[in-house]
């Protein structure tokens, strides 16, 4: 098993760890390894497009069919003579 060491911790962010574990019924190390444990092992959790983040957030409400007009061709770009 690997040990780390974490330097210079917010002292609130401290006691509320320790709040925690002992909510918990657990030590400080418990608490920190469950977190951490909790964390890292959600599956899927990957960085995503806004567009995608707002597909998922609204999908259940039932989205919405547009109709996309059709592409027209490029119009020639200004002469600038």
Do not use: C, Y
């Not at 920190?32 to 890292?40: K, N």
């Not at 995503?48 to 983040?53: F, H, K, M, R, T």
Request: no cysteine; aromatic share 2%; hydrophobic share 35%.
């Amino acid at each position: 098993m690997a040990n780390i060491t974490i330097h210079d911790i917010d002292n609130t962010l401290a006691e509320r760890l320790k709040a925690e574990a002992a909510r918990h019924g657990r030590s400080v190390e418990d608490e920190a390894r469950d977190i951490l444990r909790a964390s890292l092992s959600r599956e899927g959790d990957t960085a995503q497009g806004l567009g995608s983040a707002l597909h998922e957030l609204f999908r259940p409400l039932g989205g919405a069919d547009l109709d996309i007009p059709p592409r027209e061709p490029m119009r020639e770009p200004p002469q600038l003579d």
